[in-house]
């Protein structure tokens, strides 16, 4: 130990205090902060002999930031009749780098002179665990960027300094399109990789002061205020935009994943975080719409339709309380014996007010927003297998065969769905032949490994699964073999324009011949006129409906088609 220049009875007190070997670091410093006394265990801790640090201010090796906390706590323990204080700070070793100490510094007076005496414990460890549980708290664990949290806290922070310092806050929402097929296709390792590398391309453009989260999967989101106008957060949409076409290089494979951005500005201090960022979402819900890889910024048809969306969802709310969801039927034709051989069910909500069915098109994208479509769909099929089950009886003999049925990716993923659709039937008699299950081409080309297993039950079990609206998505005809399908459905769009000599005939030509090499029966929706159903028998499609055959109306209408087909 370094010589202590103190009264002999503060050094035999000192030395009862300090065993020989303690791990912690033992030192008297005078009430100006030198180092009267330093143990020896300076040496392990810090990497200071004793000697160096005897008779130097203590403040020089203390961090700077730390500073005048250690100072501080020098000054009031100082005080007669004070209690120990503990401080925690950061003390500079030997090498130059700061580590961590918890210090305990009491009062001792020794021959009238007042002295500091401090015990200080090495907590480097525990204060990585305490920084780590806060970054934990407050990042995102695979990118390292903020999390949901935090953007919503420097959001609020945003929006309140709006109220001293005027300008812009922008939020911007984004997420890559297409990105589940990487995970689905290459696994979520890869995905995870370009995730990785997305957060870093879009750090690399930001400002200091943005905030960049990531709020779940491949959902990114950024806080940017100080703006003049709002062009320059569409112009930064458009940055963003072009970090995401160049492609992701990972493990020697490139990957193309474009981005949708939403955005949404205010100059508003009182504007709602929650909302801000919702708007931003509606925004990218519309980029999305219109195509993706593209930015779109809220305004006032958003904001017109937003509301509109919140008055659809709770008159579904009320309509599923008041158990007022119903079903109709629309008949489908076979074209070679122009019998009625099944019908669709289609959802539609009962309004007592107008005494009139609402059909779904006006409330089906809000119900799938708002998560009631599940509940919804499983309101039409029990509706549906029950009227089969009635029919069955009803149409024995009358060449009737079957009911389809629209379901959502959400419940082919769901492990308990396809088995409970299979006892459904069976426990009402049904064969699996007489309900079909039609998906949409969104359903398909979004598919995760849990969806395609719900496909693949469904059609082994004998339900017929059939691809609904083909044509309106991003497959393309050589997908049709990829899939567990029996039949195909040309969307309407297809069948307008048959019959006037247009480039549709082709391609419904296309469609009928390749479907029909692959084994599957094709369905033509949309039929209005007799040269339209002309030019479908021509080309061979096997099913057809329409409004020319009739609109979807009560389970009595299918009843007096195929019952009393003569006077139809």
């Known amino acids: 130990m370094a010589a202590v220049p103190v009264a002999s009875e503060v050094d035999q007190a000192f030395h009862r205090i300090v065993a020989e070997g303690s791990r912690d670091l033992h030192t008297i410093t005078s009430v100006a902060g030198v180092y009267r006394f330093v143990s020896a265990a300076s040496l392990v801790m810090f990497g200071w002999e004793p000697d160096a640090l005897v008779g130097r201010q203590q403040q020089a090796f203390v961090h700077p930031d730390d500073a005048a906390l250690v100072m501080s706590a020098g000054v009031e323990v100082s005080q007669p009749g004070s209690s120990p204080v503990v401080v925690v700070c950061r003390f500079r070793c030997a090498n130059g780098k700061y580590r961590w100490a ?30 780590d549980l806060q970054r934990l708290a407050s990042t995102d664990p695979l990118t390292g960027v903020a999390n949901r949290t935090v953007f919503m806290d420097r959001l ?36 995870d ?43 930064l949409g458009a940055r963003i935009i072009d970090a995401g076409r160049c492609p992701f290089e990972i493990r020697g494979e490139q990957f193309v994943c474009t981005t949708s951005v939403g955005i949404a500005v205010t100059t508003d201090s009182q504007h709602g975080a929650e909302d801000l960022l919702q708007e931003a979402d509606l925004a990218l819900y519309r980029a999305k719409d219109r195509g993706r890889d593209r930015a779109e910024i809220f305004d006032e048809d958003l904001r017109t339709r937003a509301v509109g969306r919140l008055g659809t969802e ?55 927003e708002a998560g009631l479509l599940a509940i919804m769909d499983d309101q039409v099929l029990a509706q549906a297998i029950a009227q089969a089950t009635s029919w069955r009886t009803l149409f024995a003999g009358a060449g009737f065969g079957d009911i389809a049925v629209n379901v959502t990716a959400r419940h082919l993923a769901n492990a308990d769905f396809a088995p409970s659709v299979i006892n459904e039937l069976a426990a009402h008699g049904l064969p699996p032949s007489a309900l079909q299950i039609e998906v949409t081409e969104r359903v398909l080309m979004e598919a995760s490994n849990s969806t395609m ?18 044509g309106t998505g991003y497959s393309s005809l050589s997908y049709l073999r990829l899939f567990p399908l029996d039949f195909v459905k040309i969307d309407r769009s297809f069948i307008h324009e048959l019959g006037l000599g247009t480039a549709e005939q082709a391609i419904v030509a296309s469609i009928i011949d390749l479907s029909h090499a692959l084994g599957l029966a094709v369905v033509a929706e949309g039929v209005e006129t007799k040269a339209q159903l002309d030019a479908l028998v021509a080309l061979g499609c096997d099913r057809a409906q329409g409004f020319f055959f009739g609109a979807a109306a009560s389970p009595k209408s299918i009843e007096d088609r195929v019952l009393h087909p003569a006077g139809r």
């Open 102 to 131: 918890e210090m305990l510094t009491s009062l001792f007076v020794a021959n009238g002179e007042p002295l500091l005496v401090s015990t200080v414990r090495d907590i480097a460890d525990r204060k990585k665990s305490e920084l």
């Open 156 to 191: 609020r922070q945003a929006l309140r300094r709006l109220e001293r310092g005027g300008g812009l806050v922008a939020v911007l929402f984004l997420d890559l399109d297409r990105f589940k097929l990487i995970n689905d296709s290459v696994g979520h390792s890869m995905g």
């Open 193 to 235: 990789a370009v995730l990785l590398q997305m957060a870093e391309r879009l750090r690399k453009f930001l400002r200091p002061q943005d905030t960049l989260a990531r709020l779940g999967g491949d959902e990114f989101a950024v806080v940017v205020e100080d703006m003049a106008h709002a062009d320059e957060a569409v112009a």
């Open 314 to 368: 709770r008159m579904l709310r009320r309509a599923i309380k008041d158990d007022r969801l119903r079903v109709e039927y629309q008949p489908v034709i076979d074209l070679r014996s122009t019998s009625t051989v099944g019908a669709e069910a289609l959802m539609r909500v009962w309004d007592p007010e107008r005494s009139d069915m609402i059909v779904a098109n006006s409330f089906i994208e809000v119900a799938e």
């Open 453 to 470: 297993a719900g496909l693949t039950t469904l059609h082994d079990s004998g339900i017929k699964v059939g691809l609904d609206d083909f």
